[in-house]
């Protein structure tokens, strides 16, 4: 996997490009400062990322990822 600057998930045109970040690529929606990990689409088209702060309050960061990428492969 090549290293990327952080992609802005809100300005990826067209939308459905977005199916085309590799899995484990950092993002953020809007503000720099929120960043995420993308997990992938899902086939009804939802878009699966673990937000750093929700996953570092988790309390298990590597098992929060883990399961979000399983539901994103689902």
Do not use: E
Not at 21 to 29: L, R, S, T
Not at 58 to 65: A, I, L, P, T
Not at 67 to 72: D, F, G, H, T
Request: glycine content about 10%; aromatic content about 14%; hydrophobic content about 40%.
């Amino acid at each position: 996997m090549k290293y990327q600057q952080p992609i802005n998930i809100w300005n990826v045109v067209p939308a459905a490009r977005i199916k085309d970040i590799q899995p484990g690529q950092w993002v953020y929606a809007g503000d720099k400062a929120d960043k995420g990990i993308f997990l992938g689409v899902r086939s009804t088209g939802v878009i699966v990322c673990a937000w750093y702060r929700n996953a570092k309050n988790s309390h298990d960061f590597k098992g929060y990822v883990k399961s979000l990428r399983q539901y994103a492969q689902g």
